[in-house]
């Protein structure tokens, strides 16, 4: 079986300007996701797919090849999956499946791909997998909507939404694909999908500046020893 680890990371952030090269841990960002992805030792190929000489540079510095996207796949509304294409259709048919780590998720490791890497080629039917996350920081039921000055609960019924602990959140740090299956179904919710529970801390996704600081308040607190239970999850 022949895996490419695809790490999408463009240049023209908005929400947070220069993400994926910001430093973190002594490091630019989206080189987290390419040595988790090196480490890990379960990829023929590891590609950094950019649009930016930098986020290239930074990608090639751990050991990633670079695979240069058209100046319009890096647009503000140009869809993952269009990039995802993209690279498949320069590169993709020479592999089995492939493995998407989003740049903006550096706290995601080796163990982790490895781990689901496990879990994915282990599947008899075939299915696709994506990391998620316990949604445990409050009961989804407890949410509120503010309209017209007021605030009111989006839906009373505890029933419909399930209890604290059954529900999960998605994470970009890991998604896995059959490469033929993405080629007839490009979608990242097929029919067949299974969830691979990270710790939230390794699941996190860094999107704007408060998630920026909070990551890295998170791997301050893991740098210097706290655990956030990682023994119990990971």
């Excluded at 929400?15 to 090269?21: A, G, I, Y």
């Excluded at 990829?43 to 670079?66: L, P």
């Excluded at 706290?107 to 445990?136: E, I, K, P, T, W």
Aim: with cysteine; hydrophobic share 45%; aromatic share 8%.
């Amino acid at each position: 079986m022949r895996l490419l680890a695809l790490i999408p990371g463009r240049g023209g952030s908005k929400r947070l300007p220069r993400k994926n090269v910001l430093p973190f841990r002594g490091r630019p960002m989206v080189a987290w996701s390419a040595r988790a992805a090196l480490e890990a030792d379960v990829f023929a190929k590891v590609v950094v797919t950019t649009d930016d000489d930098e986020i290239a540079a930074a990608g090639e510095a751990e050991g990633a090849e670079v695979l240069r996207r058209p100046a319009h796949l890096g647009s503000d509304t140009v869809r993952l999956l269009e990039v995802v294409q993209h690279a498949l259709s320069v590169i993709g048919a020479a592999y089995d499946g492939f493995c998407m780590l989003m740049a903006n998720c550096p706290l995601r490791d080796a163990r982790d791909v490895r781990a689901s890497h496990q879990v994915f080629a282990g599947r008899q039917d075939r299915a696709a997998l994506m990391s998620v996350f316990d949604y445990n920081w409050s009961p989804p039921s407890w949410a509120l909507r503010e309209k017209d000055g007021y605030v009111h609960l989006i839906d009373p019924d505890e029933k419909l939404l399930g209890p604290r602990g059954s529900l999960t959140c998605p994470s970009g740090a890991l998604r896995w694909q059959w490469t033929d299956a993405f080629a007839a179904e490009p979608n990242w919710y097929p029919a067949r999908l299974i969830g691979h529970r990270l710790p939230w801390w390794r699941a996190l996704d860094i999107d704007d500046r408060v998630d920026y600081e909070a990551a890295l308040c998170v791997a301050h607190a893991l740098d210097h020893g706290f655990s956030f239970g990682a023994e119990a999850a990971a």
